[in-house]
């Protein structure tokens, strides 16, 4: 059992005892589906039989946990044109770009891990196996203790291993759970056109989800690629959000992925000239998961790199962290230079409905909430994307809450430089999703990284246990994260050794990032919200209709 510290607001660590796991009784296996023959509402069903009110239960079915699944985005490669039909054609990227995966999946009490491995795509032989596929015969119980009677928890990881395509992290359920997984995606290069670091964590496939924060206008290069990791075809359908409005794209129709396929399309063809473009990847069939690799080159000079994820879901508040804000000093004079309008940064909020939106926006640094210009009220027009600038904020890490009376989809913009004249990299950061008991997050290969909090309504608690390349869980460290403020806590704070964090929250809603930045000068950003906990859903939300 590993010894555990308490960390106060100014980051300053203490004791607390107890190893941070979660007991085999944990949540209940499987996924309940709710279905009737009658009309459903909420939880039962009320029926008037002269003025008497009847109610009758809802039944229930319980599913066997299914495998874990996770795509990680492909290579970053630069565009050279299109063939026949439109697809893009991609040249070679440069002598120095790196395309890395790590992965995590964590063992039951007993130690014993989930079959789990890293594959191509398409299939084949394992890229990197965590751990080797456990018997039939052994899933059914998750241990509760080792041979010892101790709890013995542990992981099996795979850390930078190199990549040349999409690629998949697969892990087997155990004793009816889903296995608690993650992996993450980490792009370098110091030379060429796409010069740049791009961080993703690898993505849960999905039916129906948001990329907001894609350019198009000249000099600008936005390529979604779409992955079918499932056993069934997907037919997907694009809805495409610009800043005047809804594109028309009948191109974005219809879209079929075989199983184990990919399918790149080129954004511009469907949304030229877009200073902001958001789109609602839908699926019929199969699950698909997406990222938009986004490039820019400002002249002869590289502009960054960015891998574009999805957004938490759409709703009326969105929240969206690690908005990395540089000193004026170095930001002025970079964004004062011709072509570099766009490069100051800024919040695109995409209003997919038919009524405008008014938009309250809160900014909160790590000693509170930062006033913006006009009091932070916006008005969004429907069907479009708008753009909300933030270059009065003071240097530093800020989360910012978009709130408003009709759904919308949210990201922010940001470019890190040097000094003019010199390549800037950008990051495009998702709204991210609430934080619970259980998240896995990898750390970037050849890079420094640092997690971002924060808790807009209220106090919570944050508990961070690090996971080493050779599988063991360190120390865990807590953390206060007041109300109303953005807490930033350094990877390396968390042990040289670590590779992968287990995070968990209680108390308020509470939402966090992973900021990466290169060392030195080159001007590398990303950033990538945690991912939704991998235990997944136990239910599912049931949409009746005619």
């Given amino acids: 059992m590993s010894a ?16 941070w796991v979660r007991g085999a009784a944990g949540v209940a296996a499987g996924v309940v589906l709710v279905s009737a023959t009658g009309v459903l509402a909420g939880a039962s069903i009320v029926q008037n ?7 009758f239960p809802v039944p229930t079915a319980a599913v066997p946990a299914g495998e874990y699944s996770a795509v990680c985005p492909e290579p970053l490669r630069l565009l050279e044109g299109t063939v026949d039909g439109g697809d893009p054609e991609f040249s070679p990227v440069s002598e120095t770009a790196r395309n890395r995966v790590s992965a995590m999946t964590l063992s039951d009490l007993g130690g014993t891990v989930p079959g789990s491995s890293i594959t191509p795509l398409g299939g084949g032989d394992p890229l990197a196996v965590l751990a080797e596929q456990v018997p039939e015969s052994e899933q059914e119980d998750p241990q509760v203790s080792n041979e010892d009677g101790l709890t013995n928890r542990v992981a099996g990881v795979v850390s930078g291993q190199a990549v040349e395509g999409a690629a998949v992290l697969r892990a087997q359920a155990l004793g009816e759970q889903r296995a608690t997984a993650g992996a993450g ?14 961080v993703a964590h690898c993505q849960v496939p999905s039916n129906d989800f948001w990329l907001v924060g894609a350019v198009t206008t000249v000099g600008a290069t936005a390529v979604l690629n779409l992955h079918n990791p499932s056993q069934s075809p997907a037919t997907v359908n694009l809805d495409l959000y610009g800043s005047e409005g809804v594109v028309d794209a009948p191109g974005g129709r219809g879209i079929l992925i075989a199983p184990g396929e990919s399918e790149s399309i080129v954004v511009a063809g469907l949304a030229a000239n877009e200073e902001n473009v958001a789109i609602r990847v839908r699926s019929d069939g199969g699950r698909v998961s997406g990222f938009i690799q986004q490039s820019m080159l400002r002249g002869l000079t590289p502009g960054g790199v960015e891998l574009i994820q999805a957004s938490a879901p759409s709703a009326s508040s969105q929240v969206v962290l690690g908005i990395q ?29 038919g009524t405008d939106a008014v938009l309250d926006v809160r900014v909160f640094g790590p000693n509170g909430e930062v006033e913006l210009p006009g009091g932070g009220v916006v008005t969004a027009a429907a069907g479009s994307v708008t753009s909300i600038p933030l270059e009065s904020l003071p240097e530093g890490n800020y989360s910012a809450v978009i709130s408003s009376d009709v759904l919308n989809s949210a990201s922010a913009r940001v470019v890190r430089g040097t000094e003019p004249e010199e390549p800037v990299d950008l ?21 420094d990284a640092a997690y971002v909090f924060s808790a807009p309504t209220g106090r919570a608690e944050v508990r961070l246990l690090p996971v080493t390349a050779e599988g063991a869980l360190g120390e865990e460290q807590v953390f206060d994260v007041a109300g109303g403020t953005t807490l930033t806590v350094p990877a390396a704070d968390l042990g040289k050794e670590t590779v992968a964090v287990l995070i968990g929250v209680s108390g308020d809603p509470a939402y966090g990032a992973q900021v990466t930045t290169l060392d030195g000068d080159t001007p590398g950003i990303s950033v990538a919200p945690i991912p939704a906990g991998s ?3 136990q239910s599912v939300s049931v949409n009746i209709g005619f």
């Fill in 535 to 537: 235990a997944g859903q």
């Fill in 325 to 353: 804000i540089q000193a004026p000093d170095v930001m002025d004079p970079i964004i004062a230079q011709e072509g570099y309008a766009g490069a100051g940064p800024s919040l695109q909020v995409a209003v997919p409905g």
């Fill in 185 to 198: 995606f980490t792009y370098t290069a110091t030379d060429g056109d796409l010069s740049g670091l791009a």
């Fill in 427 to 447: 990051a495009q950061v998702p709204s991210a999703v609430r934080l619970g008991s259980q998240h896995v997050s990898t750390l970037p290969t050849g890079a």
């Fill in 49 to 55: 039989i002269e003025g008497a009110a009847v109610t």
């Fill in 4 to 19: 555990t510290k308490k960390v106060s607001e100014t980051a300053v660590p203490a004791k607390r005892s107890g190893t």
